[in-house]
């Protein structure tokens, strides 16, 4: 069965801090990855997508990693704030698809 | 652009009784996506249309669930009767043609059904 599964389920961290968020998935035949933020009561936004040859693609203060080849992704905030407090969702399509696979998301909480 | 606007925002009703949820697309996108999100299962597909025409509604849960999209810039998800599993946050998305393209989604309906 085709699965993302993320972790942490859950994180806390001091605003200014950095954290990285884990995505594994086995979805094949694979075509892209993207990871999304969903802010509390609103729909999921999209960060980052990335196609199996790219391995880092940046978007602000966030930067995406892929390795296709261990199907591993991970998604890393810099210098947290207090608006980073939301869900990261990490989706992956699979290749002659439109169907997107969802992991259940790591719920960030950023504190003064 | 308003981006992918849906309602109602929230929907309370009563089990057994007809829900009808309504979602407006991105002028311009060809692909519309309904999806369900609970805490337990996350993110999980309905049903997509490309160009108005269902083309998978393999993920639509009992034959309580229709969707339609009678034209490119409308489309409706219908529960007959509700029951209080159904209660989740409805949310459409919709796409440009080509399926490497960003995916917008709404802000979702959240139902709950006691």
């Known amino acids: 069965k085709n699965q993302v599964e993320q972790s942490p389920q859950s994180l806390i961290i001091l605003e200014g801090k950095n954290c990285t968020l884990q995505c594994n998935y086995t979805v094949s035949p694979f075509s892209n990855l993207r990871w999304y933020k969903q802010d509390t009561g609103r729909g999921p936004v999209s960060l980052t997508i990335?196609?199996?040859?790219?391995n880092t693609k940046s978007n602000g203060r966030y930067t995406a990693t892929l390795d296709a080849d261990t199907k591993q992704s991970s998604l890393h905030i810099t210098a947290s704030q207090l608006s980073d407090s939301a869900s990261y969702i990490c989706v992956v399509r699979g290749r002659n698809t439109d169907k997107l696979i969802f992991g259940t998301g790591t719920r960030l909480q950023v504190f003064p | 652009d308003a981006g992918v606007i849906q309602s109602p925002r929230h929907e309370v009703t009563e089990m057994g009784q007809e829900v009808t949820l309504r979602c407006k697309p991105i002028?311009?996108?060809?692909?519309l996506f309904w999806y369900r999100q609970t805490m337990m299962r996350g993110l999980e597909l309905l049903i997509y249309f490309n160009n108005n025409v269902p083309i998978d509604d393999s993920g639509m849960p009992e034959d309580r669930f229709s969707a339609k999209m009678p034209n490119a810039s409308f489309s409706t998800l219908k529960i007959q009767p509700s029951e209080p599993r159904d209660s989740a946050v409805y949310f459409c998305?919709?796409?440009?043609?080509?399926?490497?393209?960003?995916?917008?989604f709404g802000s979702g309906t959240r139902l709950t059904v006691v």
């Open positions: 990335m196609t199996f040859s790219e």
């Open positions: 002028s311009g996108h060809n692909s």
């Open positions: 998305a919709s796409r440009p043609g080509g399926r490497g393209l960003g995916y917008t």
